[in-house]
């Protein structure tokens, strides 16, 4: 006779139950989950039957919590991270910003100056140019005389006498031509030509200007003079028929005969010299 066992229903029920219970918390165990969960899936077993859906239920919800956990965990990290990268970055700012005005400070306090060289020595310092010039010395004791340039700016120069202005004013010239005798001596039979006369009483320097022109007529080949009357000479009278005076004359002679003195009054030579001669003849000796 066969018994049937009626606990075998109720036994496999309690039985299937206590494994899904089982696996859960072990899941749940292993995903970091709640452990009142499985307490509360552990619970479960002896005080009334689970079914398999709502464990597997109790299992996501816990996975669920345990992702969110691990979530959080890592933002959590991620936000320390980044926290403690904006600290590294404000603090290299600061010490940038603190070198920069540590820089400043340094330019505005020693202005262009170089910076000292290594091993503690400063730069070396540099004369201002001057405008002496070197002394040298020479084989013997004595040195080289000072240069030109070395002279004192406020020395006074030279005083400036009414001798050097008058030589500047009047630069030296070539020899003065020799236009002859203020009063020469004739004799009878000596002729001259006169060339050109000067009254003195005619508010002029006849004298000069008798030497200019016996010059110019030397320098152009003419051998011409000049000579003052005052008188001395009966053969050149005035309109009166009495020895003239009070005049320079530039004259040519004496010669020989009258033409001769003519002929050399009249030459072109003489005329290219002083054009438009009249050429008196006279014969200063004797009355005419």
Known sequence: MTHVDDRTGPTRARRSAGRSATRANARALNHGGDSRVAARAGRAVPTKDVSGAQLESEAERAERLAAGRRAASRTGRSARKKTSKS???VGAAIVAGAAVVATLAFVLTNGDSAPPQAG?????VVAAPT???????SAGANPAP???????????PPAVTNTTQRAAANPPTSAAPNTGKASPVFQRGQWIAVIDKYPTDAGMEADKLAKQLAGKMIAAGVPARAMLLSGQYPG????SASPESDAWVVYLGPFATAEAALDLCQAPKTQAAYAS??????????AG
Do not use: E, W, Y
Request: hydrophobic residues 40%; aromatic residues 0%; glycine residues 2%.
């Open 120 to 124: 503690g020595n400063p730069p070396p």
């Open 131 to 137: 405008s002496a010039v070197p002394v040298t010395k």
């Open 87 to 89: 600290h590294t970055a």
């Open 146 to 156: 000072a240069a030109a340039s070395t002279v004192r700016a406020n020395r006074k």
């Open 236 to 239: 050149i009278a005035d309109s």
């Open 277 to 286: 001669l009249a050429c008196p003849i006279h014969q200063p000796a004797a």
